[in-house]
T-cell receptor, first 110, second 113 residues
Framework: SQQGEEDPQALSIQEGENATMNCSYK?????LQWYRQNSGRGLVHLIL?????REKHSGRLRVTLDTSKKSSSLLITASRAADTASYFC??????????FGRGTQLTVWP | NAGVTQTPKFQVLKTGQSMTLQCAQD?????MYWYRQDPGMGLRLIYYSASEGTTDKGEVPNGYNVSRLNKREFSLRLESAAPSQTSVYFC????????????FGEGSRLTVL
């Protein structure tokens, strides 16, 4: 499979803690994207990092990309109960196809 | 600010029945996509349309057909529904095919009995 694979499959933390999710992939990519999905809703784009970038920030989100290891991480700092959702990485191949992983279910307890 | 609108939100079919899922976007995007989401499987691409007038198969196209009616609309048709097609279907759009983010609809939950 060319899908990104998130790790862990599930993560449970307390409010105020940081949440880190990882994504590994197999093929060369054009960019890597992270999406969030609240229960019963559609996916919402969070952040995109290009293959020539190593780190990107957006608010409480920090994404890193290591193309030599074919891996990425998403860090959510100072988590809130409202961050409870599933998080997906998606890799855009050099041929333009976008492949989604199976997701990490994050639960943030008040 | 509608974004991507899918209809219907819920549908129950009997095996062998046909139906069409409708999708429309108001962001003037060139590319549109249909995905299915199954528990533990992530999202899998069924069909996509890189631009108006073109459609291409994704990872799991069998049992489906699509029509890019115009730049705004992209429909997904199940000609003879099977229980294996029970899933949540998402339509998405993007400015272009090769780069950038996808904007998703809220999903259509389909059950085939």
């Amino acid at each position: 499979s060319q899908q990104g694979e998130e790790d862990p499959q599930a993560l449970s933390i307390q409010e105020g803690e940081n949440a880190t999710m990882n994504c590994s992939y197999k093929t060369s990519i054009n960019n890597l994207q992270w999406y969030r999905q609240n229960s019963g809703r559609g996916l919402v784009h969070l952040i995109l990092i290009r293959s020539n970038e190593r780190e990107k920030h957006s608010g409480r989100l920090r994404v890193t990309l290591d193309t030599s290891k074919k891996s990425s991480s998403l860090l959510i700092t100072a988590s809130r109960a409202a961050d409870t959702a599933s998080y997906f990485c998606a890799t855009r191949s050099t041929l333009g196809r976008l492949y989604f992983g199976r997701g990490t279910q994050l639960t943030v307890w008040p | 600010n509608a974004g991507v609108t899918q209809t219907p939100k819920f549908q129950v079919l009997k095996t062998g029945q046909s139906m069409t899922l409708q999708c429309a976007q108001d962001m003037n995007h060139n590319s549109m996509y249909w995905y299915r989401q199954d528990p533990g499987m992530g999202l899998r691409l069924i069909y996509y349309s890189a631009s108006e007038g073109t459609t291409d198969k994704g990872e799991v196209p069998n049992g489906y057909n699509v029509s890019r009616l115009n730049k705004r609309e992209f429909s997904l048709r199940l000609e003879s529904a099977a229980p294996s097609q029970t899933s949540v279907y998402f339509c998405a759009s993007s400015r272009d095919r090769n780069t950038g983010e996808l904007f998703f609809g809220e999903g259509s939950r389909l059950t085939v009995l």
